[in-house]
């Protein structure tokens, strides 16, 4: 049984699934995106991807012009050093110029060499993030449904102390001339407990409240996602367009290592895609868990028999019609997003692609920071 399956059934003993009717998805999809990380946002990031690195010939020209006067001097240096005798005539290392100047001519097909093994773990991951964001999307569903049926039924019960409410009041006006100021009293403690109950079940203001942590939520979400994404096509971009340049100039031995580096930060720049979906199937199976929590006790509160007022009226007096744990899911998973261009560091290491991220990513870090204590503020 994979962990998916074991969320599903084994955790949380919840009742049957909540019907959401073909409407209520039309409006809820139209007011808060089709998913929880809006698929055409999604499809629209890789089309980017696809369309920008159409644009790598646009200094290869100018590279190889480069190359050739490097590899003039190049040449000229190393036959010196075999003039001067301090180097034998070796083969190989005048080779090496040529197999650089073929990695320039052929530059398309060698970034989509390099760029496939990191194709394949996106693509891996993503299947497992899409088939894990299937259940999460259903669930976010039937989540929203029964926080639209217990406000019904709050805007019911509200409505019948508005009617309580006029018939004290009518009652009270007559009953104040003839009765004595002992029943006087007894009514004032009755009348007290009915206004009390009233005031406790506002739910507008509620319901505001409760809309706007969600979205907040759900957006700090998605920013976070599409920050990473964005921030892989900009230096995929950049290193596509200008690495011919570390290749024609690691033909001098004093910039040798720029070839090697600028493949290690490829790589590493390419394995974004498929660690933010891993990431993002984690998180997805947090925030599984989170919605058949809150689900259950949803729920518990509609009740099959009718609602529970008792606890109808507690859940009322917590200022939002909310649990808190799926909107919790939601900062943990965007902050958690943040943290992909470090870890794409632990496989293939690059200081140079560690420090550039880390750079944006303090920006991005320090707006985090400001959503949580918002929505830390809205929670209480």
């Not at 926080?147 to 009518?170: G, P």
């Not at 660690?275 to 199937?281: F, G, P, T």
């Not at 470090?342 to 920071?369: D, F, L, N, P, V």
Request: aromatic share 12%; glycine share 8%; proline share 3%.
């Amino acid at each position: 049984m994979n962990l998916t399956t074991f969320l599903a059934t084994g955790i949380l003993a919840q009742g049957a699934p909540v019907s959401v009717p073909d409407s209520f998805k039309d409006t809820f999809n139209f007011l808060q995106g089709n998913g929880v990380y809006e698929e055409g946002m999604m499809h629209f990031l890789r089309q980017m991807k696809n369309t920008i690195w159409t644009h790598y010939d646009a200094f290869i020209a100018d590279a190889q012009a480069l190359s050739a006067i490097f590899m003039l001097v190049f040449f000229a240096i190393k036959t010196y050093e075999m003039m001067a005798g301090d180097k034998q005539l070796e083969i190989m290392p005048l080779l090496r110029p040529f197999g650089l100047v073929m990695v320039i001519l052929w530059w398309p097909t060698f970034t989509r060499v390099v760029a496939y093994p990191t194709d394949i773990v996106a693509a891996k991951t993503e299947a497992m993030f899409d088939g894990s964001q299937t259940e999460v999307n259903n669930l976010r569903l039937q989540r929203a449904k029964l926080m639209v049926d217990i406000a019904d039924q709050l805007l019911t019960v509200q409505a019948e102390t508005e009617t309580a409410k006029t018939e004290a009041d009518t009652w009270y006006g007559r009953a104040w001339e003839s009765v004595t100021s002992t029943v006087k009293e007894g009514f004032s403690d009755v009348w007290n407990s009915v206004v009390q109950v009233r005031n406790r079940l506002q739910v507008g203001l509620q319901l505001m409240m409760t809309s706007l942590l969600e979205t907040l939520a759900v957006w700090l979400l998605r920013i976070c996602v599409y920050i990473v994404f964005i921030i892989q096509i900009i230096y995929s971009t950049v290193l596509i367009i200008l690495g011919p340049f570390s290749v024609a100039a690691s033909i001098l031995p004093a910039f040798r290592d720029s070839f090697s580096t600028w493949t290690a930060r490829f790589i590493s720049v390419n394995l974004y895609s498929g660690i933010a979906y891993l990431v993002m199937y984690v998180a997805s199976l947090f925030q599984q868990y989170a919605m058949e929590a809150e689900i259950s006790r949803y729920q518990e509160l509609v009740g099959t028999a009718g609602p529970d007022m008792e606890k109808l009226a507690w859940f009322a007096g917590n200022g939002v019609l909310s649990f808190g744990m799926v909107i919790g899911t939601f900062v943990i998973g965007a902050l958690t997003m943040l943290t992909v261009p470090s870890i794409s560091t632990w496989i293939i290491s690059t200081s140079g692609i560690s420090s550039a991220a880390s750079t944006m990513g303090r920006g991005a870090g320090g707006m985090s920071r400001m959503m949580g204590k918002i929505l830390t503020k809205g929670m209480k």
